[in-house]
């Protein structure tokens, strides 16, 4: 797993423009797109007691060893980025070996939470908008049936993704 943090920067912004780079960031490292997360924590780069939010960004990668092959492509491509939406980029590695690395993948959710795979509610239009009368009927009606099979739809389709990766290596 590669985690890029993000120390200097809205973490607000960085969501939404880290989605728009994050397929060609894992091309960058020579790696699957699913071997890629950022972290944007609420944090400052101050000097002499001034914000530096958007002017100076730090970027540290923690990376399994056997990407330092590709360190000066990915690099070269996280400050490419990254120098877009700020004056000043600084790119640490920080290398792991594989051993090091502990983690669980529950099988009975998805790896990730994503756009499609999250509850979403339906907008029902009225033909009065303006009505404050509170709704009175069963807004939870036949939630968790749907929940369910949207879940279940999601875990097949993840369970899929990871046969197909797992016949790839």
């Known amino acids: 797993m590669i985690i890029i943090s993000l120390m200097g920067v809205d973490q607000y912004q960085a969501q939404s423009f880290v989605q728009d780079i994050h397929e060609q960031t894992a091309q960058a490292f020579e ?7 950022f972290y944007a924590p609420d944090s400052f780069l101050i000097y002499k007691g001034v914000d530096q939010t958007s002017y100076q960004l730090s970027v540290v990668v923690q990376a399994p060893c056997k990407y330092k092959v590709v360190e000066t492509q990915a690099a070269n491509f996280l400050i490419k980025v990254f120098s877009q939406n700020h004056v000043h980029v600084r790119v640490l ?4 070996e594989n051993e090091n690395e502990h983690e669980y993948i529950n099988p009975d959710y998805p790896r990730y939470m994503t756009d499609t795979n999250m509850a979403h509610f339906e907008h029902i239009d009225d033909e009065d908008e303006h009505d404050t009368a509170p709704y009175m009927g069963d807004a939870f009606k036949d939630y968790d049936e749907k929940v369910q099979a949207h879940e279940e739809e999601e875990m097949k389709a993840e369970k899929q993704r990871q046969a197909l990766r797992s016949d790839k290596k």
């Open 31 to 37: 790696c699957e797109p699913e071997d890629v997360l």
């Open 93 to 96: 590695f920080q290398y792991f």
